[in-house]
């Protein structure tokens, strides 16, 4: 008898994308199921993970689905502990995005997360080596950023470690911290303050 090969969990989410039509669909997780739609917006495909934009509580929000093994989301989603990862995320300040669930779709692990806009890192470090000048952006504001994302990881790592009784949460939160996986966010108005958010969470 030959033996069929299981579609890997990004196609499997692909093909239930293209079988609902729009039609709500369940993001599973301990806490129970919590219900969203797909959008028709195509998804950034990584090397581990792909972000599906979607519809969750009136709001874009962002799919993350992991598509290889043993995977930071895979792990995540396993984890016995996962209500008290999505309360220690929560209350990272914005230096993550909010994550609604820890989870699985169609038996994929996933998490379910705020949909973050702005431009990254990167681009504001290349503008500046191009002297675009810029009234919101300068040195001191990027070392304010960067401090920002570092003490918040710090603080997080430590938490995690503590939550799982070991000190191997470095790669377990996040294994790829570079300039453009950090997503620099406009404030709606002058009292609101630019911040800025950790993206490709969930990597490693």
């Known amino acids: 008898m030959t033996e069929i090969d299981e579609p890997d969990p990004l196609m499997r989410i692909l093909d239930l994308r293209a079988s609902l039509a729009g039609a709500p669909t369940e993001f599973v997780s301990e806490h129970g199921s919590l219900r969203f739609c797909f959008t028709d917006e195509e998804p950034r495909r990584g090397g581990v993970a792909a972000v599906f934009k979607v519809r969750y509580g009136g709001r874009d929000c962002a799919l993350k689905v992991g598509h290889r093994p043993g995977s930071t989301i895979e792990r995540l989603a396993q984890h016995s502990s996962s209500s008290e990862l999505q ?41 500046l080596g191009n002297r675009k000048w810029r009234p919101d952006l300068d040195l001191a504001r990027l070392r304010r950023w960067i401090t920002a994302i570092i003490v918040a990881m710090e603080e997080l790592e430590r938490r995690v470690a503590e939550l799982r009784g070991d000190r191997t949460a470095r790669k377990f939160v996040h294994g790829d911290l570079k300039p453009s996986n950090v997503l620099i966010r406009k404030g709606k108005s002058m009292r609101e303050p630019t911040l800025a958010t950790l993206l490709d969470f969930g990597e490693s």
């Open 87 to 127: 309360q220690i995320l929560r209350e990272c300040g914005g230096a993550v995005p909010l994550v609604y669930g820890i989870g699985s779709v169609a038996n994929a692990p996933a998490l379910l997360m705020t949909w973050e806009d702005g431009e990254s890192l990167a681009d504001c470090l290349q503008q």
